[in-house]
């Protein structure tokens, strides 16, 4: 008897046993949300101007794909059937209309929910209607989502992303699931069965090293992002990835800054979802948001994110593997002046704490690549001497 029920179960109609949809994001997401910039202030002839700009400006060919609407789309209450309602004011053309839009320029469309009864701005959560939801997400043709976790109280996290990640996989419609417990229920260790990337910390802030207070909780400048979690990269790869949060590049920061920032996202294999506005980038913002050089180390697929290697005075060294056993190696100057700098590659040898790389300088030689001069640099066989500006970095590429 037991093993006809086990039969049955199996043949129900409409019953599919949970996973997540497998090989959706390989390499980290790239792409652009709306929270940084616009908050609430969202609508369609934004949503639709923005992917306009992805191809003006030559974001999509740089690998930029998902369009992320975030918080602060829909009504304040479902509908009589259960089902959430796109604000009409801002979105009166539709979900699925938009999303057709978004899909007729080669991109695809994120959307924000939160596994709470209400979102973090006070509008319908998906808890209890998890099914409906995806269901619903599937027919308008959503590709990514960025799930939060605001209102939870007495949840389980692992248990609760859970719950929509088998009902994202039921819908049947293949979509990148974004967990975003900014960290707090350590999801690296339980997150890679359920979702392509999660979070680890509060939202970012538009700042290279500060902490923004509101009280109950904190925003955190990119540094404090960068450092903030130990040993988490060991769980991190092929399609499941830490994510350190959307990017501030052209949101206040100098251009220094802007290229810090995007280095470290890009050396520590995290998503490159940006937040500024792209429709009025500069051009500076444009070139560091779209050097193929620095994306093509974040998009490495060997998916090895990079570790933090040793302090030189106020000068971080962060090292990176690559396929084909190569290397990025990226110098990081802590101060907000310049400093002059000096490295002798032979007097270091390098050993993955987490993975098995090793690289001995004195025995191995590589070729010089300047990442963000798009210039040969020379070897290791030679020292390093040269300055590096304030909160700037000076990245290499080694290759045999």
């Not at 006809?4 to 792409?31: D, E, H, R, S, Y």
């Not at 999303?99 to 701005?121: E, F, M, Q, V």
């Not at 802030?205 to 450092?227: I, L, Q, R």
């Not at 290397?327 to 907000?336: P, T, Y």
Request: proline share 4%; hydrophobic share 40%; aromatic share 12%.
């Amino acid at each position: 008897m037991k093993k006809t029920w086990i039969l049955l179960l199996l043949f129900l109609p409409g019953l599919v046993f949970g996973q997540k949809f497998p090989n959706l994001a390989l390499t980290p997401p790239m792409g652009w949300n709306s929270w940084n910039t616009f908050k609430a202030n969202i609508s369609e002839n934004l949503i639709m101007a923005v992917a306009d700009a992805f191809v003006k400006d030559g974001y999509n060919n740089a690998g930029y794909k998902y369009i992320i609407i975030d918080d602060c789309w829909s009504l304040k209450q479902r509908d009589k059937e259960g089902n959430l309602v796109p604000d009409p004011a801002k979105f009166p053309g539709g979900m699925k209309a938009l999303a057709d839009y978004i899909h007729s320029k080669g991109l695809k469309i994120g959307i924000y929910g939160c596994a709470g009864t209400r979102t973090c701005g006070d509008y319908p959560g998906s808890k209890g209607f998890e099914i409906q939801d995806a269901k619903l997400f599937a027919s308008w043709g959503i590709d990514y989502l960025k799930y939060d976790w605001c209102n939870t109280s007495g949840l389980n996290a692992e248990k609760a992303y859970t719950i929509m990640r088998d009902a994202l996989y039921a819908a049947g419609r293949p979509i990148v699931f974004g967990i975003c417990e900014w960290g707090d229920n350590q999801p690296w260790s339980w997150a890679k069965n359920i979702g392509q990337l999660w979070r680890i910390s509060g939202d970012i802030a538009p700042c290279f090293d500060c902490v923004v207070d509101h009280g109950s909780y904190k925003d955190w400048g990119v540094m404090k992002v960068a450092s903030m979690r130990k040993d988490i990269r060991k769980y991190a790869g092929p399609d499941g990835w830490n994510d350190f949060d959307m990017m501030e590049v052209g949101t206040g920061m100098t251009v220094n800054e802007n290229r810090s920032h995007f280095t470290l996202w890009c050396m520590l294999a995290s998503a490159l979802i940006m937040g500024n506005d792209v429709r009025t980038a500069d051009p500076s913002t444009v070139s560091i948001l779209t050097n193929n050089d620095m994306i093509s180390i974040n998009q490495d697929s060997l998916g090895i994110q990079a570790f933090k290697y040793k302090d030189l005075d106020s000068t971080e060294v962060w090292v990176k593997p690559l396929k084909n056993k190569e290397w990025a190696v990226c110098f990081l100057n802590r101060r907000n002046v310049p400093v002059s700098f000096e490295y002798n590659w032979a007097e270091n040898t390098i050993s993955d704490p987490d993975f098995d790389f090793k690289v001995d300088f004195s025995k191995e030689k590589f070729n010089l690549f300047n990442v963000w001069t798009g210039k040969k640099a020379g070897t290791t066989g030679e020292m390093v001497k040269t300055q590096i500006g304030g909160h700037d970095v000076l990245v290499f590429r080694l290759t045999h």
